[in-house]
T-cell receptor
C-alpha cells in the first residue's frame, strides 16, 4: 500500500519552544489530515487540509498542504506540557472515501518543563 | 466524546485461541472501521462496514473476520490468534464516508497474544 513517512520519529523539547514536523508521500494526495493521540486514547482530528498550498490554524497549531501535494507540515508554537502525545498525519488520493485513508507512522512529542 | 465504546480495553490470550473484540456506538452512524496500530506502521485498516451485514476488507484483513448484525455493534474476530496480531486495535465511526472530519475513534483495545 501507500506509505507516508513522518519525521522526526520523536522529539524532546522544552516548554515554550516551537515544534515542526512533516509528512511526505510517494503519491499525490487530495486531502491531508493531522491527528493527535494521547496515551490510552484514540486519535483526535486537529486540522484538515483540502487544497494545495492551504495554510490552516487551530489555536497554536498551524498546518500546511504542500504545493507538490506530496507533503504536509505541522507547526506548534510555544509548546506546553499538554501538547505531549503522538501526532499522526493521514492522507487520501482520488478515491475519496475514509476507507482509503493512509496514516503516517507518527511523531512522538515529549515536552519538558 | 463520540459515543464509541470498545471492549475489552485490555486482553491477554494464547496463540491459537479465538478472540472477539467489540465496538459499540450510540451515534447511529452508518460506517464503522477497525484499525490496528503498530510501531513503525501507524494505523492500518483491517475491515470496515458501510451498513448492517455490509462489510469489506481493508489493507491488512488476513487472519481477521468481522460481523455487523446491528447498526450499533461491529465485532472483530481473530479465529486463531497469532503473536503477529499483538497490537492496539481501534474502532472508528463515521456518518459520512466522504467527510474526513466526521471520522471518530474509540479509545482502543490492547491485545497481547503470547
Amino acid at each position: 500500500g501507500q506509505q507516508l513517512n513522518q519525521s522526526p520519529q520523536s522529539m524532546f523539547i522544552q516548554e515554550g519552544e516551537d515544534v515542526s514536523m512533516n509528512c511526505t508521500s510517494s503519491s499525490i494526495f487530495n486531502t491531508w489530515l493531522w491527528y493527535k493521540q494521547e496515551p490510552g486514547e484514540g486519535p483526535v482530528l486537529l486540522i484538515a487540509l483540502y487544497k494545495a498550498g492551504e495554510l490552516t490554524s487551530n489555536g497554536r497549531l498551524t498546518a500546511q498542504f504542500g504545493i507538490t501535494r506530496k507533503d504536509s507540515f505541522l507547526n506548534i508554537s510555544a509548546s506546553i506540557p499538554s501538547d505531549v502525545g503522538i501526532y499522526f498525519c493521514a492522507g487520501r488520493g482520488d478515491t475519496g472515501t475514509a476507507s482509503k485513508l493512509t496514516f503516517g507512522t507518527g511523531t512522538r512529542l515529549q515536552v519538558t518543563l | 466524546d463520540a459515543g464509541i465504546t470498545q471492549s475489552p480495553r485490555h486482553k491477554v490470550t494464547e496463540t491459537g485461541t479465538p478472540v472477539t473484540l467489540r465496538c459499540h456506538q450510540t451515534e447511529n452512524h452508518r460506517y464503522m472501521y477497525w484499525y490496528r496500530q503498530d510501531p513503525g506502521h501507524g494505523l492500518r485498516l483491517i475491515h470496515y462496514s458501510y451498513g448492517v451485514k455490509d462489510t469489506d476488507k481493508g489493507e491488512v484483513s488476513d487472519g481477521y473476520s468481522v460481523s455487523r448484525s446491528k447498526t450499533e455493534d461491529f465485532l472483530l474476530t481473530l479465529e486463531s490468534a497469532t503473536s503477529s496480531q499483538t497490537s492496539v486495535y481501534f474502532c472508528a465511526i463515521s456518518d459520512d464516508d466522504r467527510d474526513d472530519e466526521k471520522l471518530f475513534f474509540g479509545s482502543g483495545t490492547q491485545l497481547s497474544v503470547l
